[in-house]
């Protein structure tokens, strides 16, 4: 099993749509979790931490599930910018240098 | 505007050339990280500075020499590559110890003939 697993997609959706998407990671030790949104061709940023009580910014929502070992992104009213990667990011030691990123997500909102 | 910034943006080389990326930082962060990124491919850790200090080396071939003179400057020296280590090279930073919460620089694109 990969240390960081999410399903590739592409996820297409229109623009206005909610979408979902889920990462799961193997070492329940796993301390920290992150979401990281990256554009074509540019680099990674960070779009969400995932705190244990779940977090909100806006049109987004990161949530963890410890017990199932998993994080979720929802992302509400999707709009044409949204199109993107988004990377699941695990530190699976806690407070280490070392993090696990998961394959991304593609998504592509359209019209 | 990214934070962190890394020349040269594109880099060709034969595989007996020798050159060095540069990374810089001003924001203060004492770990930085060079991650290989190669397309349709999560980013790969290959180094960690942390207070200057080499942390981590995660068994990356010789041929690539991490350097940190400092804690605003990163360099990657690279020597004898070979056609496959082309890719994208991207410079982090982190405000230790919230490794999380990385800053990437644009990359380094790399393409070795």
């Known amino acids: 099993r990969k240390e960081v697993e999410q399903d590739p997609g592409p996820f297409n959706v229109p623009e206005g749509a909610t979408v979902a998407f889920n990462c799961t990671y193997s070492?329940?030790?796993?301390?920290?979790f992150f979401w990281y949104r990256q554009d074509c061709r540019k680099e990674p940023k960070l779009l969400m931490s995932?705190?244990?009580s779940g977090n909100e910014d806006g049109r987004f929502t990161a949530q963890l599930n410890r017990a199932s070992q998993y994080i979720s992104l929802l992302i509400r009213d999707s709009k044409l910018s949204d199109s993107a990667t988004y990377l699941c990011v695990v530190n699976p030691t806690g407070g280490g240098n070392k993090l696990t990123f998961g394959t991304g997500t593609q998504l592509k909102v359209e019209l | 505007d990214t934070e962190v910034t890394q020349t040269p943006k594109h880099l060709v080389m034969g595989m007996t050339n020798k050159k060095s990326l540069k990374c810089e930082q001003h924001m203060g962060h004492r770990a930085m990280y060079w991650y290989k990124q190669k397309a349709k491919k999560p980013p790969e850790l290959m180094f960690v500075?942390?207070?200057?200090?080499?942390?981590i080396n995660e068994s990356v071939p010789s041929r690539f020499s991490p350097e940190c003179p400092n804690s605003s400057l990163l360099n990657l020296h690279l020597h004898a590559l070979q056609p496959e280590d082309s890719a994208l090279y991207l410079c982090?930073?982190?405000?230790?110890?919230?490794?999380?919460?990385?800053?990437f620089g644009e990359g380094s694109r790399l393409t070795v003939l």
């Open positions: 500075y942390s207070y200057e200090k080499l942390s």
């Open positions: 995932v705190y244990s």
């Open positions: 070492n329940s030790a796993s301390q920290s």
């Open positions: 982090a930073s982190s405000q230790d110890p919230l490794p999380g919460e990385l800053f």
